[in-house]
């Protein structure tokens, strides 16, 4: 039987990496655990270890409802759960014991044979890319994109100095008719959508042919979602050097006669 009541878990943070993870998008999750305890069990370090795990687990759906809450799914809780699948620790990349409450008459375990509790409060790093596309594929989140056909695709732009530089990304961007949303200036730094069929390669390779006069653009990889593309102006040294002029043959003189 599923606790009847349960204490909510608050997302305090994101935390993005984009190196050593594969580029997953994690936020920080407190939540509080708690295992039920028939009479003559022997608590302890058993189930310290349940009780975390079940936290874990809390966190784990906690991120998952607040994605289908922000997509606007209405996916009911038992539907997400059976897309989350049985082992949701796989979904946490790392947890830990915030506060360990020990055992206590039962609150939160409302179940049969539960003659006490052990609770403790915890801290799980949760994997919403993971979460997002196994949420994807039971059709919780809407279809996804599919090849050659156009979706939102969002991108941060590093190295924007200047508003006329970024006037110039943009009409880039929309070349190929595709509607560009601002989203975010910041310093050297803005972040659009843009309605495209492209993928983020190939579109990252037709703003550089577009811009190769005078700006190298590249893509830094993806962080979370979004496609990370780098401009920088190129070095004048690595410009195509112009055409040497043949040297001009002297005029001949006039012979003497």
Not at 13 to 19: G, H, N, P, R
Not at 176 to 204: C, K, Q, S, W, Y
């Amino acid at each position: 039987m599923r606790r009847a009541v349960r204490s909510c878990a608050l997302t305090v943070a994101f935390v993005v990496l984009a190196a050593g993870t594969g580029g997953a998008e994690l936020v920080r999750v407190e939540s509080v655990g708690s295992v039920p305890l028939a009479a003559g069990s022997t608590g302890g370090a058993t189930a310290r270890q349940a009780a975390l795990e079940a936290g874990v687990r809390e966190a784990v759906e906690r991120a998952a409802l607040d994605l289908a809450s922000q997509a606007g799914a209405g996916a009911s809780a038992e539907a997400v759960r059976a897309a989350l699948g049985t082992d949701l620790l796989l979904y946490a990349s790392r947890f830990r014991i915030l506060e360990d409450r020990g055992e206590r008459a039962p609150l939160l375990e409302q179940g049969a044979g539960a003659q006490r509790e052990y609770v403790v409060t915890i801290e799980a790093h949760v994997d919403r890319s993971r979460v997002r596309i196994q949420l994807q594929h039971a059709g919780l989140l809407g279809a996804e994109p599919q090849p050659g056909a156009r979706h939102a695709l969002r991108i941060a732009f590093e190295g924007v100095d200047s508003y006329r530089l970024w006037e110039r990304i943009k009409r880039a961007l929309g070349a190929r008719g595709g509607a560009v949303r601002p989203l975010e200036f910041a310093h050297r730094r803005v972040v659009a959508e843009l309605e495209t069929e492209e993928e983020g390669g190939a579109l990252v390779g037709r703003l550089g042919a577009a811009l190769s006069d005078s700006l190298d653009v590249r893509s830094a990889g993806m962080d979370g979602e979004t496609l990370l593309v780098m401009v920088a102006a190129r070095n004048p040294s690595e410009a195509e050097p112009a055409p040497v002029a043949a040297p001009l043959e002297p005029t001949p003189k006039p012979s003497a006669r």
